[in-house]
């Protein structure tokens, strides 16, 4: 079956850096996104990633390794407004995505 | 602001009550999607159309109606519903169906079946 894990929720300090990871299992792989969703808000767009590597976007990174079914959105000099829940989707080979739950981040002072 | 946008933002009916969900975008998008998000689940793709062809229905139940009169709007229609049926209904488009284009999401409407 076609499946998502990522992380319940995290706790990371105003100003550090906090990683998310996320593993998948799907038929086939046309990439994997990132999204950012605020309480009450829609999901927003953060990244794409089909090729192995690190695509960095100014505070926000984010990595993919195919061979393992593996991908992290990585966070620098978090910001309260950082607090919000990120979301993990890989599109399968029918271009059809697979969602993951979802993690909760909370940023501390 | 996303460029997609849903109404009403909140909805309250009861299970013998009919009503609709609308979704509107403005993005030149020919896919357009209803999702279901309950708290702690993946979002649950519901029903895809593309250029304004219903492509997919992922086993909803026919208490859940989708309109898709041109490429710009998308309706939910809703009837005799259950209280499990209370969550986020998210709209979304991309531009086209069968790309890795990126979606765009509307604020959702939370609706609560009592």
């Known amino acids: 079956g076609q499946n998502i894990d990522q992380p319940t929720e995290m706790t990371a300090t105003e100003g550090a850096i906090v990683q998310i990871n996320c593993t998948y299992q799907?038929?086939?792989?046309?990439?994997l996104f990132w999204y950012q969703q605020h309480a009450g808000e829609a999901p927003t767009f953060l990244s794409y990633?089909?090729l192995d590597g690190l695509e960095e976007k100014g505070r926000f990174s984010s990595f993919l390794s195919r061979s393992k079914g593996y991908s992290y959105l990585l966070l620098k000099e978090l910001q309260m407004k950082d607090s919000a829940s990120y979301l993990c989707?890989?599109?399968?080979?029918?271009?059809?995505?697979?969602w993951g739950a979802g993690t909760k981040l909370i940023i501390k002072p | 602001e996303t460029g997609v946008t849903q109404t009403p933002r909140h909805l309250v009916m009861g299970m013998t009550n009919k009503k609709s969900l609308k979704c509107e975008q403005h993005?030149?998008?020919?896919?357009m999607y209803w999702y279901k998000q309950s708290a702690k689940k993946p979002l649950e793709l519901m029903f895809v159309?593309?250029?304004?062809?219903?492509?997919e229905n992922n086993s909803v139940p026919s208490r859940f109606s989708p309109e898709c009169p041109n490429s710009s709007h998308l309706f939910l229609h809703l009837h005799t519903l259950q209280p499990e049926d209370s969550a986020l209904y998210l709209c979304?488009?991309?531009?086209?169906?069968?790309?890795?284009?990126?979606?765009?999401f509307g604020q959702g409407t939370r609706l609560t079946v009592v």
């Open positions: 159309y593309n250029f304004k062809e219903q492509t």
């Open positions: 979304a488009s991309s531009q086209d169906r069968g790309t890795s284009a990126e979606a765009f």
């Open positions: 990633n089909v």
């Open positions: 993005l030149g998008h020919n896919a």
């Open positions: 989707a890989a599109m399968d080979s029918n271009y059809q995505l697979i």
């Open positions: 799907t038929s086939g792989f046309n990439g």
